[in-house]
């Protein structure tokens, strides 16, 4: 089978933003989704989260969101949004294909070689690929102390699906993030609450605006641009409260933040140390731990490429990863929110059609050469 231009992994907003780019440059290629149903990320996320509950979704290229209630379930509605958009706009989506593994097929190290994409028992060749597998498959548990002890029930934010199960129940929420407070939000009015961070939360004043997102999106990709791990973009922007959350703010959850304890018992938390609003000794019993700590890039199948810089991370030329051109990541640092998706699914089939055009002009000036040299 002739080789393809491209791969796209993932078809989440940024994957499908890139097939779209892709199949407008004319350059063969499908997309590879490890879920069953389109939607990506958002089929998994909580029935209590509203359309009125999220940041912000942005529309895919060419085609508007469309009107919604805002009280409609956003794990309903953005996945038919993205179902829709993959029908209207014919995109080469294969699911469910988890790919383990992406090879170089001839001699590593060559950077006009072959790619050889793994799945299990298939395998697809392509000459680049677009990494958009984003971070919902590795969801992230820092390591405390004492946590096999604990007798109550944890769950991870990825599994959080509204507060009802939680009436009544001493839960401790976990994470500085945008998560956190939206959990606690729902939470406080049903449950006991109380919340820990590592560092203090950053509050911002105002409403998010496209200009916030834009210069916060330039911070993270700054970090990708010199091989350091990315950080959420809600680590540069802050926080703020909305509506939804002024039951909690009144109740004083917010303020009565506490920092990391310093290990759990089979009951609760403990702190050694003296901290803000805590003493040495201090133990709080809990029933329920919700670890709101994030998330990491899925891009363990990109080991065999060898992509990391020192620095721990992926450096990033726009999309392109430095240590491959072959290879471009989107839904990676900068585009791991919707506000940087879409622009970076354009530049990445901007840098695949324009690898291809080299690489096609290359092969046949070499082709032009040997025969000139036959004649």
């Keep these: 089978m002739e080789p393809l231009g491209s791969i796209v992994v993932g078809a989440g907003q940024a ?152 009436a009544g129940l001493r839960v401790l929420v976990v994470g500085g993030g945008a998560s956190a407070v939206q959990i606690i939000g729902e939470l406080a009015p049903v449950a006991d609450v109380s919340w820990v961070t590592r560092r203090a939360p950053v509050w911002r004043d105002g409403e998010v605006e496209e200009f916030d997102g834009r210069a916060a999106v330039a911070l993270v990709e700054e970090r990708v641009r010199r091989g350091l791990p990315p950080r959420s973009v809600v680590s540069v922007t802050g926080l703020f409260l909305r509506p939804q959350e002024e039951a909690a703010r009144r109740l004083g959850v917010y303020d009565r933040r506490r920092p990391m304890p310093s290990r759990f018992t089979a009951g609760g938390v403990v702190w050694d140390r003296d901290g803000a609003g805590v003493r040495a000794g201090d133990h709080l019993a809990v029933d329920v731990v919700v670890w709101a700590t994030g998330f990491r890039p899925v891009v363990d199948h990109l080991s065999p490429l060898r992509l990391r810089a020192p620095g721990g991370g992926i450096a990033l030329d726009g999309t392109t990863a430095v240590a491959d051109p072959r290879v471009q990541l989107v839904g990676y640092g900068p585009s791991a929110s919707t506000i940087g998706a879409n622009r970076a699914g354009r530049a990445a089939a901007v840098a695949v059609r324009r690898l291809l055009t080299a690489d096609a002009e290359a092969q046949a000036a070499a082709e032009d050469a040997a025969t000139g040299s036959v004649a």
């Excluded at 190290?109 to 392509?126: I, K, N, S």
């Design 15 to 166: 994957g499908l933003s890139a097939s779209y780019h892709l199949r407008r440059r004319g350059v063969p290629h499908v997309v590879l989704d490890a879920d069953a149903a389109p939607g990506g990320a958002w089929q998994h996320r909580a029935h209590s989260l509203t359309m009125a509950d999220v940041h912000g979704v942005a529309q895919l290229p060419d085609e508007p969101l469309p009107d919604v209630d805002p009280a409609a379930a956003a794990r309903d509605v953005v996945p038919a949004y993205f179902a829709d958009y993959e029908r209207r706009h014919d995109l080469p989506v294969v699911r469910p294909v988890a790919v383990h593994a992406v090879r170089p097929a001839g001699e590593d190290g060559d950077p006009h070689g072959l790619l050889v994409v793994e799945a299990g028992d298939r395998t697809w060749t392509t000459r680049t690929l677009v990494n958009a597998t984003g971070t919902w498959r590795h969801p992230f548990v820092p390591y405390v102390a004492g946590v096999p002890g604990f007798r109550g029930r944890q769950l991870h934010s990825s599994r959080y699906d509204g507060p009802a199960a939680f």
